[in-house]
């Protein structure tokens, strides 16, 4: 006898209401059909039966459930196969083989869902707030092992170069599944970028404050405004908004592009974030991020700038719902109250998971953004 | 050769570094008797006590009668009397005759005495696999003892475990056994003369970072050529020798285990309850989270050993067999 | 050749030996001692204070103590689970050994072994077993010790007409002829090996040829008889002290009702009953010391009526100690 249980769709999940049973009580029911609809706080989810049998309904319609309750009990209909063989297993000579075979390794479960990964990549993924439905696994049946999510983090004594490699792999493997999985939509515009020149120019010379800086001072406020969009897409479609912004930003390394955390960046000043900022490039560049700082983003920024770059169309960083890129600040004429002027302009794209947020989100992020290059310091803290 | 006070390091194959502890027992204070069948003037049947009925005489080295049962009985009864007793079977296959009196008598005369009868004996036996001497005459069965409490065991896999090993073993007040290796009695290697090994430490034969193999006896020098094999293709595997089963150094293994996250285990008993399953069942239940895939075992098919060659060849493992294990773990 | 232990009321005393009084004594003291134990553990274990089973040795009494008088305080003893009058004999305090049946920590094994398993290598007492014939390989070796040693000591082994058959007891044998080796065999013959009498189980009706088949001197006796237990046991002893080799000397007897205090009896217990008590040695000696006048009436019955008192304190004592710690079943499974 196994039982449809309420699933942990986020952390924060606590229980769920059943809103709606899509099948009838003493259903047969299929391994993987659907079988109830619940709603949590954040989304309305299907759930599907883990296993072939009869459904015997326990939690009715407009019931709130723990995570991890009994929903519904499903008996077995017929001895499986399985079982059988097992029942009559007694005198069966065993087979010598030298080892188990490839076979065994399970499918995907459902219910409670997840995808196949080896306890040692769980933990891993776990430690690093990689989620593993954005990792295709690459171990035998699919199973996703701990070179999938970044190998092993580097305080645990394993050679650094190897641990570069494995890292890249996985950003690679990333890309490749987000580029795969994810519709993309951007949403680009040319922002006025007067703000962000003069608080250049407030500046003290070697405060070591970066037009970056600025883009994650001004972003991460934006965010605040536009809080869809700083979220990460869970593999069931519901998408969790975070409250605080932890913006992943885009360092190129020699070893390839790795997108360090600043966390709750919407509550540091400029002076903050550039020390956070400087800290965590550096590290990003020796290959010596932990894998802490690796983890966690809500929303990720790439600044191009500082190429003659002015608008390039990002790869979205799954399970982040949205990505923003920067071009470069460069004087441009623009019609003012009906006169050609010179200003300082960037063009700016949102990258957004189409799954999970629409266009109209990207340009109130876009017009959020240029209101809050005005709100820029103009001095330093 | 007389016990020497500063070490000295020479090559000795395993069968002599064993006779050479031996010797040194028998040279030391405490009463000691070696009995068993033909290791009198005859030297043993794999040579290994050759020399010593010469030297020390027939009151000590004695050959018995054909009766295992009846002769570890004697051993115990001479070690609970005072006499330390070395007691050589033949073939690691006949244990079968003399169970009682390792499992049920001498694992268990300390315990159930509250600790009033200490059985300082040592059984030497070896693994005679692969010799194509058949199904009675073939086979490793250090797990059986493994399961019970009350006997150590050794497991070396070069003379120099073998002679470090064996001189523990003749200074332990414990029954303790001592499983040799046909296949590897002729194998040189470096000797520090006047080493004890303490049991309970694991050797690590040779370090790496893809995969852990934990290999017994004869499967030691195989894990070896495979780690050199596998090493080409540039997967580099740390291979683990126990070299004692009872006390074991699951710290060691574990370790490994948390650094490569892959294992493997190797050995020429059968699968099904050989030693693998106690590793295999050890390191997930305390060190589940460090799997990267489930552990492997390397083992002798569950079959009766046949006796020809071919059989031989298809039932026990070898370095192939480690390769193929390591790229399963590393798939 | 059979010989049988004669009924009590049959026996007719022979001569009086040429002992001491003091030494005539000892021996029927000791046998209403083993006696009174084993009576006092069969009550215990009745009202639940003695786990698992216990195997009396009523009605064998006059074998422990005739063969146990020829030995030497630093002589050897091994025997098996029906080894209390062995182990009260040689020397081992009482009540520990109550304790040890109990299960108690201050038991003589610290409760490991109980009533099977006894050891007391201060007194001589190496083992009792739980294996049939376990223990006869054993005393073997032991006995090859004593010779390598040149300690002079002597080893007796007891062991029943079960154990007989073990493949086990040949070695032995074989062995301890073979090297000579300073042991004495006392067989207790007593008809029956749990349920299956010797007539079912035994190819011929005398163990002691078995001996005789390696060579080794061997005499049978009736095992009721105290006196004749001693005197072929000491031929042996003696024997094996002059580094002539081993002795077999078989006892015939009849066991007591029941195989243990936690087996059924047989198809018809009051017969079984009967039958031992027909030919008790205890009764049989106490007829021969009064026929000798070696003590009177009286003073017999105020022994036993001493040693009984005396024994029945000791279990008042030992069902008093403590039960061991949880922790301690860690313990000594190796020696350090």
Redesign the interface.
């Known amino acids: 006898m196994t039982a449809v249980l309420v699933p942990q769709l986020s952390l924060s999940m606590e229980e769920a209401r059943v809103s709606r049973w899509l099948v009838e009580d003493g259903a047969a029911v299929r391994a993987g059909q659907l079988v109830v609809e619940v709603e949590t706080d954040k989304a309305t989810v299907e759930i599907e039966a883990q296993a072939a049998g009869v459904l015997r309904i326990v939690a009715r319609e407009g019931a709130i459930v723990a995570v991890d309750g009994v929903l519904a009990e499903l008996e077995a209909a017929l001895p499986s196969a399985a079982s059988q063989e097992r029942a009559d297993g007694a005198g069966t000579a065993p087979v010598p083989v030298a080892h188990a075979a490839e076979s065994a390794v399970l499918a995907p479960r459902a219910g409670r869902s997840g995808p196949v990964a080896s306890p040692a990549a769980r933990r891993v993924a776990r430690e690093r707030g990689i989620e593993l439905a954005a990792v295709r696994g690459s171990g035998p049946g699919g199973r996703i092992v701990t070179r999938d999510v970044g190998g092993i983090p580097a305080e645990e004594g394993r050679a650094s170069a190897d641990g570069d490699d494995r890292l890249r792999e996985a950003v690679v493997a990333n890309i490749a599944a987000s580029w795969q999985q994810i519709p993309h939509v951007h949403i680009g515009a040319e922002l006025a970028a007067d703000g962000v020149m003069r608080a250049r120019a407030a500046v003290a010379p070697g405060a070591g404050v970066t037009v970056t800086d600025m883009l994650v001072v001004a972003l991460a406020r934006a965010l605040g405004e536009v809080p869809e969009l700083n979220a990460v897409r869970r593999s069931d479609g519901s998408v969790e908004r975070s409250a605080a912004v932890h913006l992943s930003i885009a360092v190129a390394t020699a070893g390839g592009v790795v997108a360090p955390v600043i966390r709750d960046a919407g509550s540091l000043t400029l002076a903050d974030v550039a020390r956070v900022r400087s800290r965590l490039v550096e590290a990003a560049r020796h290959g010596t991020l932990d894998g802490h700082e690796l983890s966690g983003g809500t929303c990720t920024l790439s600044n191009l700038g500082a190429h003659p770059v002015d608008f390039f169309a990002p790869v979205v960083s799954g399970p982040q719902v949205a990505m923003v890129a920067a071009g470069r600040v460069t004087d441009r004429p623009v019609a003012l109250d009906g006169l050609l002027g010179i200003r300082p302009r960037m063009w700016v794209n949102v990258a957004l998971d189409h799954r999970a947020a629409d266009g109209e989100a990207g340009g109130r992020l876009l017009a959020a953004l240029e209101r809050q290059f005005t709100l820029l310091p103009g001095g330093t803290a | 050769m007389a016990t020497t006070a500063a070490p000295i390091t020479t090559t000795l194959t395993m069968s002599e570094a064993i006779n050479q502890a031996l010797r040194e027992a028998l040279d030391g204070p405490e009463?000691i008797?070696i009995i068993g069948q033909d290791i009198g003037p005859y030297g043993g049947t794999f040579g290994v006590t050759r020399g010593l009925f010469e030297d020390y005489g027939e009151?000590r080295i004695r050959d018995?009668?054909l009766?295992e049962?009846?002769?570890?009985?004697?051993?115990?009864?001479?070690?609970?009397?005072?006499?330390r007793?070395v007691c050589e079977i033949e073939f690691f296959d006949f244990v079968g005759v003399a169970m009682?009196?390792i499992f049920?008598?001498a694992a268990k005369?300390?315990?159930?005495?509250?600790?009033?009868?200490?059985?300082p004996l040592v059984i030497r036996t070896p693994i005679v696999a692969r010799m194509g001497m058949g199904p009675q005459h073939s086979q490793s069965l250090e797990s059986w003892f493994m399961h019970i409490?009350?006997i150590?065991i050794a497991v070396p896999s070069n003379a120099a475990d073998a002679y470090g090993l064996l001189r523990s073993a003749l200074v332990d007040?414990?029954p303790i056994l001592f499983v040799e290796n046909v296949r590897l009695y002729g194998r040189r290697g470096e000797v520090e003369l006047g080493e004890a090994i303490p049991f309970g430490r694991a050797r690590i034969a040779r370090e790496g970072?893809d995969a852990t193999v934990v290999a017994l006896s004869g499967m030691v020098d195989e894990a070896l050529v495979a780690a050199d094999r596998l090493a080409e293709r540039g997967i580099s595997i740390e291979v683990i020798d126990p070299r004692t089963l009872a006390p074991l150094d699951m710290e060691t293994i574990l370790d490994s285990l948390?650094?490569t996250?892959r294992l493997a285990v190797a050995h020429d008993a059968h699968?099904?309850l050989g030693f693998g399953a106690e590793i295999a069942a050890r390191c997930m239940e305390e060190a589940?989270?460090?799997?990267?895939?489930?552990v492997?075992?390397?083992?002798c098919?569950?079959?009766p050993i046949p006796c020809t060659p071919s059989g031989i060849e298809s039932?026990y493992?070898a370095a192939a067999?480690v390769v193929?294990?390591v790229e399963?773990l590393v798939? | 050749m059979t010989i049988a232990p004669v009924p009590v009321e049959e026996s007719v005393p022979g001569p009086r030996p040429e002992l001491t009084g003091e030494s005539l004594l000892a021996l029927y003291r000791e046998m209403v001692r083993v006696r009174s134990f084993e009576e006092e553990v069969i009550d215990a274990f009745g009202k639940g204070l003695i786990p698992g089973s216990t195997h009396p040795c009523i009605g064998a009494e006059a074998i422990k103590a005739g063969a146990l008088s020829t030995l030497a305080a630093e002589d050897l003893v091994f025997a098996t689970y029906r080894g209390h009058g062995e182990a009260l004999i040689k020397g081992v305090e009482p009540v520990s050994m109550m304790a040890e049946l109990m299960g108690r920590a201050t038991g003589l094994c610290k409760g490991k072994g109980g009533s099977m398993h006894l050891s007391d290598p201060s007194v001589g007492l190496i083992s009792t077993n739980a294996i049939v014939a376990g223990h006869i390989p054993m005393a073997g070796g032991a006995a090859l010790s004593c010779q390598f040693r040149r300690t002079g000591q002597v080893v007796l082994c007891f062991f029943g007409d079960g154990a007989s058959c073990e493949g086990e007891f040949f070695e032995a044998m074989n062995m301890a002829m073979l090297w000579k080796v300073p042991l004495v065999f006392v067989c207790e013959n007593n008809g029956i090996a749990i349920s299956v009498p010797t007539s079912k189980s035994q190819a011929t009706p005398d163990i002691a040829d078995r001996a005789r088949g390696f060579g080794m001197p061997a005499s049978i006796v009736d095992g009721n008889d105290v006196l004749a237990v001693q005197a072929a046991v000491a031929e042996g002893v003696e024997r094996a002290r002059a580094g002539g080799g081993p002795t077999f000397v078989e006892c015939k007897t009849v066991r007591w009702e029941r195989h243990s205090a936690f087996s059924a009896g047989g198809s018809d217990p009051a017969e079984q009953r009967r039958a031992w008590q027909r030919v008790d040695p205890i009764p049989r000696f106490r007829k021969a010391l009064l026929f000798w006048g070696i003590a009177t009436e009286a003073e017999l019955e105020d022994l036993d009526r001493g040693i009984r008192a005396a024994i029945r304190s000791i279990r008042e004592e030992a069902e008093r100690a403590p039960f061991p710690a949880p922790d301690s079943i860690y313990e000594d499974i190796f020696a350090p």
């Not at chain 2, 009985?73 to 609970?80: E, N, T, W």
């Not at chain 2, 005369?109 to 059985?119: N, P």
């Open positions: 009463p008797m009151e018995a009668p009766c049962s009846g002769t570890v009985g004697y051993a115990i009864g001479l070690a609970v009397t005072g006499v007793a009682d009196q049920n008598q005369l300390h315990y159930f005495t509250g600790g009033k009868l200490t059985v409490p009350g150590k007040q414990n970072t948390r650094k996250m699968r099904t589940f989270d460090y799997l990267d895939a489930p492997e075992r390397v083992a098919l569950d079959v039932v493992p067999d193929a294990a399963r798939a």
